[in-house]
C-alpha cells in the first residue's frame, strides 16, 4: 500500500506545528485560539496566548491552558499571513 506511507499523519503535522497558532474546539462547544506550546501522542495540547471564544468573540483570556486530548473534536492550523 503505497499511498499510506505518503499519507499524513495528523500526530505527526500537530507535532511539527508547535509554536504555531490553532484554533481548538472542544465537544462541549468551548473554543480556544493561541500558541501550541506542546503536543503529546494523546493530543493533549499546552497553549500560551490563549483566548476563550464564543460566536468569535473573545471572552476571556488566559497566559497558559492544558486541553485534555480526550475533550477536543479538532484542531484547526492557523495559515500565516
Same mark, same amino acid.
Given at each position: 500500500?503505497?499511498? @499510506?506511507?505518503?499519507? #499524513?499523519?495528523?500526530?505527526?503535522?500537530?507535532? $511539527? @506545528?508547535? $509554536? #504555531?497558532?490553532?484554533?481548538?474546539?472542544? $465537544?462541549?462547544?468551548?473554543?480556544? #485560539?493561541?500558541?501550541?506550546?506542546?503536543?503529546?501522542?494523546?493530543?493533549? /495540547?499546552?497553549?500560551?496566548?490563549?483566548?476563550?471564544?464564543?460566536?468569535? $468573540?473573545?471572552?476571556?483570556?488566559?497566559?497558559?491552558?492544558?486541553?485534555?486530548?480526550?475533550?477536543? /473534536?479538532?484542531? #484547526?492550523?492557523?495559515?500565516? /499571513?
Amino acid at each position: 500500500m503505497s499511498q @499510506s506511507s505518503s499519507a #499524513k499523519r495528523p500526530l505527526t503535522t500537530l507535532q $511539527k @506545528s508547535t $509554536k #504555531k497558532r490553532v484554533t481548538v474546539r472542544l $465537544k462541549n462547544e468551548v473554543e480556544y #485560539k493561541g500558541k501550541m506550546d506542546n503536543v503529546d501522542s494523546y493530543m493533549n /495540547l499546552i497553549m500560551t496566548d490563549a483566548e476563550e471564544l464564543h460566536e468569535d $468573540k473573545t471572552i476571556a483570556n488566559y497566559g497558559r491552558v492544558i486541553v485534555r486530548g480526550n475533550n477536543v /473534536l479538532f484542531i #484547526k492550523l492557523e495559515d500565516e /499571513l
